[in-house]
């Protein structure tokens, strides 16, 4: 009965070809077996109709036959396969006009060398149905080798259900096999499989671009071997951040049996290798993995003549329309292709007003040759060349696949003599930065990191000097690393309030988990002032920790227990705090809802202040790919002068957050401007106000508006109400690139960026006269993200490119009237009517240059709208513009 079932578990797992013996199909000697071939590929976005993709489809005839097979082992086989009668046509009938092969021979296509390499005979050593050595001639073009190795791939099958690891044309793969009623089905998980060419993507998962791949080949068989082989492989490419900028690739294969002939005689020989000599010595074992290929574009044009067609794009009043990120993209796509000489002189020959989106550009492209023309062009000596240096920096630090070699020239840089002392913190800064990518993608331990990394741990205690131990601590903040953490808690406790900010908002951006004990009773002491006095904008910042790491019920109700005892403007802004949270319904809100049972600590008389400072959070955009979020936190000092406003903007898509935007103004020793009392712990500040930016979880480096009275003056009397540039340039936002190997032999290049134009500015008028005062903060943007997916032949290409753009602008301003009390705070967030625009283009061409193309677009108009604040806020606006009549 054992014997039984046994036999029968083996009976339902595999498929009987000769014997039951046999691991792999067996070929017959002295026979021809004949079939037909053919290969299809189609590129096309992800939802259209597979009758208007672009693509072609290679037919054929293969002979195949035994040329020797182990005596010893019958499923030790050398085989050899023969393709003739070659043609190329579409997939689907076009008309003449739409037809790309209308007119062509499959001669003057692929041309009489490939054509004649292609019908050479190869051969294929099998063994137990897998394939152990390809052989071809070393001199055959690339692609035609590849294609024939995409049909001998179609010839390795095993008989037996499981899972293993084999080699193919797409790589190193794992398969699974199942065997049953006849027929093998083989599913191959194109994810897994390991080849040579090695391509990047962009380090954010909200800004990146997501795949999905399959491939499923069914086999059937007669007389034990193939009758034929079905495959069919698709592979879709999605933006995140918006998924109906997706493309695909499809490729099919199939071969069927239509007749076996008598065949030449089995080749004598005691191996395989001794064999295939004997039948031709140029034969060669080449590998069964596809090999790269150097695609020549003919007729394109220079990185220089590039460029003279894209410089009109590139001038600063260009950089709101989305031919900037256009332009921009085009150009980075050139340079990754052109040698440091050529880029070096696009640069030389870049008008003033033009050269700093080069170097955006050149510096974003994150080549060998980019990096050494950057550094070249670059003199660090010369304070005079701050604009480029910081452009460079700052693209060095939005770089989307950064590498050890990047951080090795910031850290030399950093060494040497730097002219301007603002350069020499942006340097040091976007180190921090690029060390957090590092990390993210493995490079923890890479010896340049590990340099850095000891730097910047070091620094803070390494120097007396104040903006040198800010520097070290914001490029902490960028680096992420949890060894940093101790040293903000120590920093948190400072006596200098921009260290305990510095270090308190850093510690923020930690996960929750990394939040110890420690660090908790630390924060704590710092908000309830249980050792020293601190200024509100520290406290205010402390709070935030506590509120977003995971709160205690304990530390919750000591929080909502202090509201009632601090100054006024905080008591509201406690207030506003806490309210946000439980309509917004973040993590934290659960424990407050749970501690405001306690009557103690919810009562009317703490949740009655009065005053004008607020913490507000809402839904910019919510959609199936992407939600964003803003949150507007703003403290006033009792005198009604802004002491921190701080506006956040987040994006999340499936499960993974990005902070897109932080601008925070900070002002403080104003009050003796309107003859008022300071408050407590704030007596003896330094005259200040600055504005700090955080883009796409990357702090840049602070800028200061006034320091000291003197500069307070002089800069009031010159004020010309225009805001001061913060962050000015283009970003590549978005990074993909990968080489898709198909089964079939073709490969297709998949290419997706996103780029971005981005002009934030901010400001701060102060009016004795009208006592008044107003903040603002302007976000001018133009977003550009294309998506391309080629397959290139040489001698034919297809492909398709999803794009799509847009332009917005969005103001953040506060106007506050200080000459009563409790005195009158606007805020207003506004975002105008901005378009959006689809594009879908589909391309065929052939290397005659003859080439057909369509295209399709699809535009909208996002109405603009005022984003909603509190209700207290729409009421003292009203007051405010009633007032200003």
Not at 331 to 341: F, M, N
Not at 529 to 550: F, M, P, T, W
Not at 839 to 844: A, D, P, S, V
Not at 872 to 878: A, G, R, T, V, Y
Request: with cysteine; net charge positive.
């Amino acid at each position: 009965m054992f014997t039984l079932l046994v036999f029968l578990l083996c009976a339902a797992s595999s498929v009987s070809v000769t014997g039951a013996a046999a691991a792999g199909p067996r070929l017959n000697n002295d026979q021809l077996y004949k079939f037909s071939y053919t290969t299809d590929v189609l590129v096309d976005r992800i939802r259209g109709s597979n009758k208007g993709s672009a693509g072609y489809r290679i037919s054929s005839d293969v002979d195949v036959n035994l040329v020797w097979r182990d005596p010893s082992n019958e499923d030790n086989q050398l085989i050899q396969l023969a393709i003739s009668n070659v043609r190329i046509e579409n997939v689907s009938r076009k008309s003449q006009k739409k037809n790309v092969l209308h007119g062509s021979t499959t001669e003057s296509v692929l041309g009489k060398t490939n054509l004649a390499a292609l019908s050479k005979p190869f051969l294929v050593h099998l063994r137990n149905g897998k394939t152990k050595a390809f052989y071809s001639y070393r001199s055959e073009p690339a692609t035609i080798k590849n294609l024939k190795r995409g049909l001998a791939s179609l010839m390795q099958v095993q008989l037996n259900t499981g899972k293993v690891i084999e080699n193919d044309v797409s790589g190193r793969c794992t398969v699974e096999y199942k065997a049953a009623k006849g027929q093998v089905t083989r599913t191959k998980n194109p994810e897994t499989c390991k080849t040579p060419e090695t391509g990047f993507t962009t380090h954010s998962q909200v800004l990146g671009v997501s795949g999905k791949s399959s491939s499923v080949t069914t086999f059937t068989f007669e007389d034990g071997f193939i009758r034929s082989a079905s495959a069919e492989e698709t592979h879709s490419l999605a933006v995140n951040s918006r998924r109906s900028a997706a493309a695909k690739v499809m490729s099919r294969q199939t071969l069927t049996l239509v007749g076996v002939e008598g065949g030449p005689l089995e080749a004598a020989g005691k191996d395989v290798s001794g064999v295939v000599k004997s039948i031709d010595p140029k034969l060669a074992a080449v590998g069964i993995i596809a090999e790269k290929v150097k695609s020549q574009c003919k007729g394109c044009p220079s990185l220089f003549e590039h460029w003279q067609a894209l410089q009109k794009q590139l001038e600063p009043a260009s950089l709101s329309k989305a031919t900037a990120p256009r332009s921009f993209l085009a150009l980075i796509q050139s340079i990754r292709k052109a040698s440091k000489d050529e880029i070096l002189k696009v640069l030389k020959s870049a008008s003033k007003t033009s050269l700093p989106q080069v170097v955006d550009a050149v510096t974003s492209s994150q080549t060998v040759a980019s990096l050494d023309a950057m550094l070249e062009f670059l003199n660090f000596t010369d304070a005079k060349g701050l604009v480029l240096q910081e452009r460079f920096l700052y693209a060095c630090g939005f770089a989307s696949h950064p590498n050890e070699r990047m951080l090795r020239a910031l850290l030399d840089i950093s060494k040497g003599k730097i002219g301007s002392t603002d350069i020499k913190e942006s340097v040091v800064i976007i180190m921090g930065a690029l060390v957090h990518k590092l990390c993210q993608k493995g490079g923890c331990n890479l010896p340049t990191v590990e340099q850095v990394k000891e730097l910047i741990l070091v620094g803070p205690d390494s120097t007396q000097v104040e903006s040198e131990v800010q520097m070290y601590l914001l490029a902490l903040k960028n680096s992420m690393l949890p060894e940093a953490i101790p040293i903000f808690t120590r920093y948190a406790e400072s006596e200098v309030g921009a260290y305990s900010t510095i270090a308190l908002t850093a510690l923020q951006r930690y996960n929750s988990d990394l939040m110890t004990e420690e660090v908790k009773q630390t924060v704590n002491r710092v908000y309830h002032q249980n050792r020293r006095i601190y200024e509100k904008n520290v406290r205010a910042a402390a709070a935030d920790v506590i509120l977003s790491s995971n709160p205690s019920y304990t530390e919750v109700k000591n929080l909502l227990l202090s509201i009632g005892n601090l100054p006024h403007e905080m008591n509201k802004y406690m207030l506003s705090k806490i309210q946000d949270i439980l309509r917004f319904q973040l993590p934290a809100s659960k424990v407050i809802t749970q501690a405001m049972k306690d009557m103690n600590s919810h009562n009317y008389d703490r949740f009655s202040k009065v005053g004008s400072s607020s913490a507000y959070s809402g839904f910019m955009a919510q959609s199936a790919d992407v939600t964003s979020t803003y949150s507007l936190d703003i403290l006033y000092s009792g005198s009604g002068i802004l002491r921190r406003s701080n506006m956040n903007i987040y994006g999340a898509s499936k499960g993974a957050m990005l902070h897109g935007l932080q601008v925070a103004i900070e002002a403080q020793g104003l009050e003796s401007l309107i003859a008022a009392t300071p408050d407590e712990g704030e007596g003896d500040l330094e005259s200040f106000a600055g504005m700090s930016a955080l883009l796409f979880d990357v702090q840049l480096r602070p800028v200061t508006f006034f320091k000291g009275y003197s500069d307070l003056m002089s800069k009031m009397f010159s004020m010309t109400g225009e805001p001061m540039n913060v962050v000015k340039g283009l970003i590549l936002l978005t990074d993909h690139s990968e080489v898709i190997q198909l089964q079939s032999g073709l490969k297709a290049s998949a290419e997706f960026q996103g780029g971005l134009a981005i002009d934030i500015s901010g400001g701060m008028e102060i009016s004795l006269w009208y006592r008044e005062s107003k903040t603002s903060v302007n976000n001018r943007a133009a977003l550009v993200v294309t998506g391309n997916v080629t397959v290139d032949m040489d001698f034919m290409r297809a492909g398709v490119e999803v794009s799509f753009e847009t332009e917005a602008s969005l103001d953040f301003i506060t106007t506050v009237q200080f000459s009563e009390y409790p005195f009158l705070v606007c805020m207003q967030m506004d975002k105008t009517t901005f378009p959006v625009s689809e594009y879908l283009t589909k391309y065929e061409s052939l290397s005659s240059g003859k080439s057909i193309m369509s295209s399709k677009s699809k535009k909208q108009l996002v109405p603009g709208s005022e984003f909603p604040l509190h209700q207290e806020n729409s009421n003292m606006c009203k007051k405010v513009f009633d007032s200003s009549w």
